[in-house]
């Protein structure tokens, strides 16, 4: 299984930036599916998540600018940030759970995608 990562890049803030993410291999079903990100200096944090029935959660420091969503068709997972800060500079990652065979669960976590908000 493979979480391929979109859509980062460099932004002014107040900017807007669209990440996507799509799994693919011998996936059998996914959960959740969720961004974290990394701060410099900073540990990860959930910024989004969503699970296969649709129950969306969000970072604190989200407050109504970013919003989730997935099509289970395609095993993807996108992320919609909008009024971005140059405090959201961070490499956003990409994670899914995954059950690759009936009966087991696994995590699994894209590469990452740089975010740079400047100022």
């Known amino acids: 299984v493979q979480l391929q990562a979109s859509g980062g890049g460099l932004v002014q803030a107040g900017g807007s930036l669209s990440l996507s993410c799509a799994a693919s291999?011998?996936?059998?079903?996914?959960?959740?599916m969720a961004w974290y990100r990394r701060s410099p200096g900073k540990q990860r944090e959930l910024a989004a998540s969503i699970t296969s029935g649709g129950i969306i959660d969000f970072g604190d420091f989200v407050k109504g600018r970013f919003t989730i969503s997935r099509d289970n068709a395609k095993s993807t997972v996108y992320l919609q940030m909008n009024s971005l800060k140059p405090e959201d500079t961070a490499v956003y990652y990409c994670y899914a759970r995954i059950r690759t065979t009936p009966g087991s669960f696994d995590d699994y976590w894209g590469q990452g995608t740089l975010v740079t908000v400047s100022s």
């Open positions: 291999g011998s996936i059998f079903e996914i959960h959740a």
